[in-house]
């Protein structure tokens, strides 16, 4: 998972504040790499390192990218990749139609195949990246017309994508065929932006316009925007964006994350009804299930559980080593609240299975008389390959143990998950979602 943004100026020479910003506020979509890209006047100049936004850019360095044309992007590296400075984006390259600079979040699934075609043309990458592959297909494609470059390059392509590219002239930005990936449009005054989620237009006070359709390829330049609808495959939005991965204040697709966790802690309840003291929510992406919980059950909704704030999420840590170092400092237990109580403690999901444990642990440590854990996704029983980081198969808990076999294993009283059809309910039955990790079932076929 990545983060991606683009802004386009007609008037401001000045947008990488906006890109800045931007980055700031999806942060929690990849802490490896940032970097931002600007195009004035068809000199690029960019910035990108290992680190977090804050720590990559200072007044100096965001005084200095100086354009009217810019993208950003937050990495987040899988966890079989290293810490590369070089796979650091955005991807800028020169070609013989002028400059290109990419961002992109997803995976390009045979991106090693057609790589391998193109170096036994000829042709020579220097990155790890599938973006580098999408580049070095538009600057084979473009003869004179940009767009259909564009065209053919991501006809070429499969995989999960959300990306934002910048010429001297024009952003463009692209959601895969099956819109796996978010992607939204914005607008400051007469000046657009693009990106991965909607809290980054609120936090530089842009307005939301749309989503970017899947399959569609949006043109944005001095004229305005304009747009190639290639054929769309069956909507198939990542439905780990809405249980996990986005921000609760984020829009995806017309559809509010904070409402669909909430109606995800409601149908919960309705699935399972429970008696307890008390609901907690396992911070931070268990929360609004768990207050949607309490609203549904009518039990009260209490802290349990104080996280401090200045932890990265340990998920999305890319060791199992930083991870583990990370739980055992991230979270407490409020134990003036937990202490004699019989509890509902409701999470997102359960991954690995070793936060929760530790966590039931912690709460009992704490005096919790009972513990009646509730999750508001499914089993995750199958691994990833569309750009979510989930462990590889065997370290996925549910894919060799069954609910109560986990049980057990957490320590919990009772342990039950939302149904797959609870969950697409609350998520919004009318979208169509990507639910590989509950299902086995993928929108796009892994490429070996
Ligand atoms: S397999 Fe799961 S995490 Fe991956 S894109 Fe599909 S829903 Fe999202």
Redesign the pocket.
């Known amino acids: 998972m990545s983060g991606v943004v683009g802004v386009f100026s007609n008037s401001n020479e000045h947008v990488s504040p906006y890109v800045y910003y931007g980055l700031y506020a999806i942060q929690h979509r990849g802490q490896i790499s940032s970097g931002i890209a600007v195009n004035n006047n068809g000199f690029v100049d960019y910035v990108k390192e290992l680190g977090l936004v804050n720590e990559v850019f200072n007044n100096e360095t965001i005084d200095r990218l100086r354009g009217n044309i810019a993208i950003g992007h937050v990495r987040y590296a899988a966890h079989f990749e290293a810490k590369n400075k070089a796979n650091a984006q955005p991807l800028v390259v020169g070609y013989k139609r002028g400059a290109l600079g990419i961002s992109l979040d997803g995976s390009i699934v045979n991106f090693m195949k057609v790589r391998e075609e193109m170096e036994d043309s000829g042709a020579i990458f220097q990155t790890d990246l599938d973006t580098e592959v999408i580049a070095a297909l538009i600057a084979k494609y473009h003869k004179n017309d940009f767009n259909q470059a564009i065209v053919d390059a991501l006809k070429d392509v499969q995989g999960?994508y959300a990306m934002v590219a910048m010429t001297n002239d024009r952003i463009v930005a692209a959601r895969d065929p099956h819109g796996?990936?978010p992607l939204s449009i914005g607008k400051i005054g007469s000046d657009y932006i693009v990106a991965s989620e909607t809290v980054a237009f609120d936090t530089i006070g842009a307005e939301l316009v749309r989503d970017v359709e899947p399959g569609e390829i949006v043109m944005i330049d001095k004229d305005g925007l304009t747009t190639i609808q290639r054929s769309p495959e069956k909507r198939?939005?990542?439905?780990?964006?809405l249980?996990y991965?986005a921000r609760p204040d984020s829009i995806i697709d017309d559809k509010s994350v904070y409402i669909s966790r909430s109606e995800a802690g409601k149908q919960l309840y309705r699935e399972f009804p429970t008696e307890a003291d008390i609901v907690i929510g396992a911070p931070d992406s268990g929360i609004v299930a768990a207050i949607g919980y309490a609203e549904g059950s009518g039990i009260p909704y209490t802290e349990g559980i104080i996280k401090n704030r200045y932890v990265g999420r340990t998920f999305i840590e890319p060791t199992q080593a930083i991870r583990e170092q990370g739980v055992r400092i991230k979270l407490n237990a409020l134990r003036e609240n937990i202490k004699g109580k019989s509890l509902v403690l409701v999470d997102d999901s359960i991954v690995r299975g070793t936060t929760i444990k530790r966590t039931v642990a912690m709460l009992r440590d704490a005096g919790a008389r009972e513990i009646h854990v509730r999750i508001a996704s499914p089993p995750?029983t199958?691994?990833?390959?569309?750009?979510?980081d989930?462990p590889s198969e065997e370290n996925l808990i549910a894919s060799h143990m069954d609910t109560e076999q986990i049980r057990q294993e957490i320590g919990a009283e009772s342990l039950y998950f939302i149904s797959l059809e609870g969950l697409v309910k609350a998520a919004g039955e009318e979208n169509g979602?990507?639910?590989?990790?509950?299902s086995g079932n993928?929108?796009v076929e892994r490429v070996e």
């Open positions: 999960s796996l990936k198939s939005m990542c439905i780990f964006e249980v991965l995750v199958h691994s990833c390959y569309l750009g979510v989930t979602f990507c639910r590989g990790c509950f993928y929108p």
